[in-house]
């Protein structure tokens, strides 16, 4: 688990950095188009002739929205929703999928064939007894195997000791397979959040610079209600992705329970049928 965490963990940190690196590189480009502003100047007194040819080039140059890889885009929309809080996201997103899908790789490790387990325990208390049955359920992994475990190992107690044993070590393995996945649901919830968030502040950015323009033209309020949409999006795709990872992991729970309880009560309908 923790090299899963590390791997996305490092992962993530990489892209946040990429998409730093490419706000800090179109500032640069900003900063330098201003500084060339007395060469702006200076172009306009030249020649329309050699002006015509100066556009001509740029368009030429100029790559077409369309040609742009989805993966571009995606960061070009990570970086106009501001690096702050799209990075918080970004983060939530690589947490949630690193614990969902180390539980799921558990679960499926966890998951066991029970009406295979059963047959296999039932021919060792016919052929060997307690301890051949026992030790066919030392030798199978799983919950159930381990319930099964628990339970042969205090039948020389009485029938019901065995049944109060599988109780409550089902419960044991029931906390085992619920391990860390309140964590899912925190980010799922947590993601949504935190876009609205951004889009309050980026409301807020909206409006200050109305007051300050003293204007309404869209040109003014584009920039915040931009920002604002974007870490909305953002945080709305990360809890759709956490809330799928997060419902096939409850569904698997489920399933390893049921499983586990129909096979406890084979399990004591073989004990007793071996006692007589």
């Known amino acids: 688990m923790k090299r899963v965490l590390s791997i ?95 539980r799921i790789i558990y679960l499926n490790m966890a998951t066991t064939n029970t009406k295979k387990l059963v047959a296999s325990v039932d021919a060792a208390l016919n052929e060997g007894g307690i301890e051949a049955a026992k030790e066919v359920c030392r030798s199978t992994k799983g919950p159930v195997a381990s319930i099964f475990y628990q339970g042969l190992d205090r039948y020389d107690e009485g029938l019901e000791n065995v049944e109060k044993a599988v109780v409550g070590y089902g419960g044991v393995q029931m906390g085992l397979l619920e391990k860390n996945v309140s964590w899912v649901s925190l980010f799922i919830a947590l993601a949504p959040m935190l876009g609205f968030m951004g889009t309050v502040i980026g409301m807020i950015g909206a409006f200050d610079s109305i007051q300050q323009a003293g204007d309404i033209s ?59």
């Open 218 to 276: 869209p040109t003014v309020v584009a920039g915040g209600i931009k920002v604002a949409l974007l870490t909305t999006v953002f945080g709305l795709v990360v809890g759709i992705i956490l809330q799928i990872f997060y419902n096939y992991i409850i569904s698997k729970i489920d399933a390893i329970v049921n499983s586990m309880e129909d096979a406890s009560i084979q399990l004591v309908d073989l004990l007793v049928r071996y006692k007589k």
């Open 8 to 102: 996305l963990a490092i992962t993530g940190l990489l892209s946040f950095g990429m998409a730093t690196s490419t706000y800090a590189f179109q500032g640069t480009e900003q900063t330098t188009e201003e500084t060339a502003t007395p060469e702006a100047a200076a172009a306009e007194a030249a020649p329309a002739e050699v002006q015509e040819e100066t556009v001509v080039v740029e368009e030429v140059e100029e790559v077409p929205a369309e040609d742009a890889s989805f993966h571009q885009i995606l960061k070009q929309r990570f970086i106009e929703g501001g690096p702050f809080f799209m990075g918080i996201v970004l983060v939530a997103l690589i947490l949630g999928l690193a614990i969902a899908i180390e």
